[in-house]
């Protein structure tokens, strides 16, 4: 895959998602593998995955794709040496020996306008009708941008129908609930994709719409009166990857652009 081709990879991401967006504190965003060469020249393909498990870059490899967009940051923590014994390590050799670049958008999706957490206030609410949408904790440069979602319905509902549009909008058969003491006159919800917990701190909603909470913060949640709805972290994440998908296509439009069928939570329900 040529230089240009990777550079205009990464303009039509970094269109929807600038880095600026991404919490840069911890997070690690951006171009993590750069596998382009001048002297190759491949037809672009693109693999949308959450995460990039030794599946998800077999896959890759089989789909001759040459350009990944991985959600969670592939490399998080400093590498001081690359060995296969390790299994990520075992599949960044493998995708730099095949030529096949990665990026990671991470935390400017979640801070985005219109990115996974409105996606999932879209979701949640349905057919029902929106008072008010806030940024809970709100981007100090874009207005609109930030982490978390906080959002008023005109009508209180109940827990029950907004489990329904939670499964329906990320295609799941089960969610894990908390009941609280008020889920049948349900006004407000506090999102979060992924882990919520400290996105969550000192909000005041109806109910808690996340992938993951610890023990301790749900327990709290579930004691104030709240509902709580946990999908598993990544399930609140994939669906959107569809959404990514049409993004990608209209800034590159004779681009294959496929979405992984071996990434998958790691948890499953019985």
């Known amino acids: 895959m040529s230089k240009n081709a990777v550079k205009s990879v990464v303009n039509a991401i970094q269109k929807f998602y600038p880095t600026k967006l991404a919490d840069k504190t911890w997070d690690?965003?951006?171009l993590l593998v750069d596998a382009s060469s001048e002297h190759i020249s491949q037809t672009l393909k693109i693999?949308?995955?959450i995460d990039l498990t030794q599946s998800v870059a077999d896959e890759a490899i089989k789909s001759k794709a040459n350009f990944i967009l991985a959600y969670h940051p592939f490399i998080f923590r400093?590498?001081?040496?690359i060995t296969p014994q390790d299994p990520q390590q075992k599949s960044l050799i493998k995708l730099i020996q095949n030529n096949i670049s990665v990026y990671c958008p991470?935390?400017?999706v979640d801070s985005a306008k219109g990115g996974v957490n409105d996606f999932l206030a879209d979701g949640i609410v349905g057919e029902l009708k929106e008072l008010s949408r806030e940024t809970i904790q709100p981007d100090a440069t874009e207005d609109g941008c930030?982490?978390?979602r906080l959002v008023q319905l005109k009508e209180p509902t109940t827990l029950k129908k907004l489990v329904e549009n939670s499964k329906i909008s990320l295609n799941l058969n089960h969610v894990q609930v908390a009941k609280g003491s008020n889920s049948e006159n349900?006004?407000?919800i506090a999102i979060c994709a992924g882990s919520g917990g400290g996105v969550f701190k000192g909000v005041n909603a109806d109910l808690f719409y996340t992938g993951e909470l610890s023990h301790h913060e749900a327990l709290y949640l579930k004691e104030i009166?709240?509902?709580?709805?946990?999908?598993?972290?990544?399930?609140?994440?994939?669906?959107?990857l569809k959404v990514i998908k049409q993004q990608l296509q209209t800034e590159l439009p004779n681009t294959?652009?496929?979405i992984s069928e071996t990434d998958k939570d790691p948890y499953e329900t019985w």
């Open 78 to 81: 400093g590498l001081k040496s």
């Open 146 to 148: 930030g982490m978390g």
């Open 106 to 108: 991470h935390t400017a």
């Open 47 to 49: 693999l949308l995955t």
């Open 256 to 258: 294959d652009i496929i």
């Open 186 to 188: 349900l006004k407000s």
């Open 28 to 30: 690690n965003t951006g």
């Open 225 to 240: 009166g709240s509902s709580i709805i946990a999908c598993s972290h990544s399930n609140t994440e994939r669906a959107f």
